[in-house]
Structures are given as C-alpha cells and as structure tokens.
T-cell receptor
Framework: KAGVTQTPRYLIKTRGQQVTLSCSPI?????VSWYQQTPGQGLQFLFE???????NKGNFPGRFSGRQFSNSRSEMNVSTLELGDSALYLC???????????FGSGTRLTVV | AQTVTQSQPEMSVQEAETVTLSCTYD???????LFWYKQPPSRQMILVIR??????QNATENRFSVNFQKAAKSFSLKISDSQLGDAAMYFC?????????????FGTGTRLQVFP
C-alpha cells in the first residue's frame, strides 16, 4: 500500500517567486493536512482539507493557500516567497478521524 | 487554546535500557486524543502510539507504552529495551475530539540519542 507522496522532495526558490507543492494521500484517505516545520517555530498547522473543502486554517498570511482535488490529492501554494518561508512542509492524510495521520516525507523548501 | 509542552529538548539512553519522555498539555476540553510521533533523519513523521482521553487504560504498542494522567494533563512515553533505531526526534501531539477537524497541536520535540 503506497504511503503519502510529496513532490518535489527538495526545492530552491528565489525571494518573490511563487511555489506549488503537491501531496498525494494514501488511497481512500479523504482528509489531508499541511504543516510547516522550522527550527524556530516547530511544527505549525497550515490548513486541512476534506472532500475538496477547506475545513480549518492555521495562522498564516494569505500568501499561503491550498486546495484539494476530487481524487483527494492536494496542493499548497506560497506566493511572493520570503526568506522566512524556508522550511520543511509536511503533508498528512487520515482515513478515520481521530486515529492519527500518516505523514509524507515532506518537501524541503529553501528560499534564497 | 490548547498547548503541548515537552520540557526535555534532549534525552539519551543506553541500548537495551528504558527511557521515559515527558509531555504535558493544557486544555479545557474533556474529550481529545493524544499521540506520540517519531521523526528520524529521513524526516517522515511516524505514528508511535495514540491514546483516547476517555479511555482509562494506558496504550501500549510493543516496546512503547504511555503513562496517561488525565487529571495532571500528563502523557509520557516509555520506551523499553531501547534500540539504535529508536534514535530520532519524538513529538507529542494533541487533537481535539470536538469540532470537525483533524488538526494536531505539537510540542517542540525531544531528541533521543541511543548509545550502544
């Protein structure tokens, strides 16, 4: 059974550019969430999607957005990149609410 | 708002010994879930163990067990017979059981080193 797949694994972008990260959940999982992990702020919740609807959003500026497609795959987009957006972005999916997420290996974004 | 605190930034243990990682949380809710996740250098977060707050019995998964003290809002992880492969960052996480969300609130993590 395939796990949660995140692409790309690594990304280097320049300040001011925009970026799109992709997440394919485990087959059958309809809940997908995104987290940002940095040494300074730790793991912070970005947003959560269920059946193509954003169910919850963390405290991030509007430059951070996401969406979920009918096949449950999700993308997150960051526009006008800043140096502080450099982080590991983790995606997770869940089959049964409350059981716990399965995480992907993340996308390491470096903004220069 | 709920918070999760891990007061031990780093811990170390000898192979085959037992180690306990601490976690406390703050919430006004009575129903919630608690988790321990492991993050090895490969970066992928791996679910180690979960606990439902309404269950009195402490969860156990092979060498991993928890000591869940609901009144004290404490949720420690005990790793028995430690192995080199247990070396990783360990995160404690909280999830509300109310509201339509799977959002996790994480602690700052504990780095566990295992020495041969």
């Amino acid at each position: 059974k395939a796990g949660v797949t995140q692409t790309p694994r690594y990304l280097i972008k320049t300040r001011g550019q925009q970026v799109t990260l992709s997440c394919s959940p485990i087959s059958g999982h309809r809940s997908v969430s995104w987290y940002q992990q940095t040494p300074g702020q730790g793991l912070q919740f970005l947003f959560e999607y269920f059946s193509e609807t954003q169910r919850n959003k963390g405290n991030f500026p509007g430059r951070f957005s996401g969406r979920q497609f009918s096949n449950s795959r999700s993308e997150m987009n960051v526009s006008t990149l800043e140096l502080g957006d450099s982080a590991l972005y983790l995606c997770a999916s869940s089959l049964v609410t409350g059981y716990g997420y399965t995480f992907g290996s993340g996308t390491r974004l470096t903004v220069v | 708002a709920q918070t999760v605190t891990q007061s031990q930034p780093e811990m170390s243990v000898q192979e085959a010994e037992t180690v306990t990682l601490s976690c406390t949380y703050d919430t006004s809710e009575s129903d919630y879930y608690l988790f321990w996740y492991k993050q090895p250098p490969s970066r992928q977060m791996i679910l180690v163990i979960r606990q439902e707050a309404y269950k009195q019995q402490n969860a156990t998964e092979n060498r991993f067990s928890v000591n869940f003290q609901k009144a004290a809002k404490s949720f420690s992880l005990k790793i028995s017979d430690s192995q080199l492969g247990d070396a990783a960052m360990y995160f404690c996480a909280y999830r509300s059981a109310t509201g339509n969300t799977d959002k996790l609130i994480f602690g700052t993590g504990t780095r566990l080193q295992v020495f041969p």
